[in-house]
């Protein structure tokens, strides 16, 4: 199974935000592994008593979405594996040249499993043309994840990370995701983030979006290769490319790194929630409550998203709302 990551107490910017927020501490990163049903804890081996990664899954941030756009959790990196598929994309509010005029469109017709391997599919679209991957320093395919040295490289990176070692935990993450290197979509993803954030360099946010669409591509073309091959539960770097989407919403929504774009915002963000990441289950109810990225507002699928994240461990404070009759049984 593939690793999930969780990081505490993520930043959350106000859309009217241009920039990413100075540096902070050093976030706390947890690796697991996770299917459908099951969630595993990984320990590095050489520190199996490090407490970074002591039992135990934190409970989730709470947050309120009544007011606008808010700060996201600072320092929490989510991701779970498989989620549920909440229904097709609505009419957006105009076209974006960060989503592909063929992006296919999920319907709730067929089995769960058929669902998700559409927003998968989805979801690989958005990696290879719509995060303009063609100006992202990438190869055609990552070898990584076969490369167990790799893998350990990532966890010394990580441990650096927790002990407060940025600047020479970001030189190994920004190591491990040179193109012309290990090419790790999930280092890809971090040394983006850590470029965005000032973790142990100086902030940077246009070349962080570079490496958060590198990593997207990268795992969406493993990705479309392990869905033609007809693997039901996806390919080695599912859960790499559902965090680089999550993260490129980010971008397009803040204008971090990019001009502000409310479509992409919306289509990335509603992607990652359908494949299972609860941060951007919130987003997208938020996006639908706020008509954010849409032509019109929907009351009903933003209660939807906001009651699917809340189901999923990621309660949002103040929204007792969602759960009125009216917001619950379909519209008629």
Same mark, same amino acid.
């Given at each position: #199974? ?5 990081? *505490?107490?993520?930043?959350?910017? @106000? ?15 947890? #690796? ?13 081996? !050489? =520190? ?28 929490? %990196? ?9 229904? $097709? ?5 105009? !076209? ?32 290879? $043309?719509?995060? &303009? ?8 395919? !990552? ?16 441990? %650096? ?7 020479? !935990? ?20 971090? @040394? ?7 973790? &142990? ?29 007809? #693997? ?6 599912? &859960? ?7 993260? %490129?919403?980010?971008?397009?929504? =803040? ?13 990335? @963000? ?24 849409? *032509?019109?507002?929907?009351?009903? #699928?933003?209660?939807?998203? @906001? ?26």
């Amino acid at each position: #199974m593939p690793f999930g990551f969780h990081k *505490k107490d993520k930043e959350r910017d @106000y859309a009217d935000t241009p920039h990413p927020p100075p540096p902070g501490g050093a976030p706390e990163f947890r #690796m697991f592994r996770s299917d459908t049903t099951t969630q595993e804890e990984i320990f590095p081996p !050489s =520190h199996p008593h490090h407490s970074p990664y002591g039992q135990g899954i934190p409970p989730q941030q709470q947050q309120s979405s009544d007011s606008g756009d808010q700060k996201p959790h600072k320092k929490r %990196l989510s991701f779970l594996r498989r989620g549920s598929s909440t229904g $097709g994309p609505p009419a957006a509010a105009g !076209s974006s040249e960060h989503v592909p005029s063929d992006l296919v469109s999920p319907t709730t017709e067929g089995n769960k499993g058929e669902q998700e391997d559409k927003w998968e599919w989805r979801a690989s679209q958005l990696g290879l $043309g719509g995060g &303009g991957a063609g100006n992202t320093p990438t190869r055609e395919r !990552s070898r990584s994840f076969s490369d167990q040295g790799t893998d350990k490289d990532i966890q010394e990176a990580i441990r %650096l990370h927790e002990a407060g070692d940025l600047e020479n !935990s970001t030189k190994l993450f920004r190591q491990l995701a040179d193109p012309q290197g290990a090419n790790n979509p999930l280092s890809q993803v971090l @040394y983006g983030l850590a470029l965005r954030h000032g973790w &142990g360099t100086a902030p940077n946010s246009a070349e962080a979006i570079k490496y958060l669409q590198a990593a997207a591509a990268n795992s969406a073309s493993i990705e479309q290769e392990a869905l033609r091959a007809g #693997m039901k539960k996806g390919g080695a770097a599912k &859960g790499e490319l559902v965090l680089a989407i999550f993260e %490129l919403g980010n971008c397009f929504r =803040h204008g971090w790194g990019t001009e502000k774009d409310p479509v992409a915002a919306f289509n990335y @963000y509603q992607t990652a929630a359908n494949l299972g990441d609860t941060d951007a289950m919130n987003e997208t109810g938020w996006c639908y409550l706020n008509g954010y990225g849409l *032509k019109k507002k929907d009351k009903w #699928m933003a209660a939807k998203y @906001y009651r699917l994240a809340e189901e999923n461990g990621n309660k949002t404070v103040g929204n007792s709302w969602i759960y009125k009759d009216k917001y619950v049984n379909p519209p008629k």
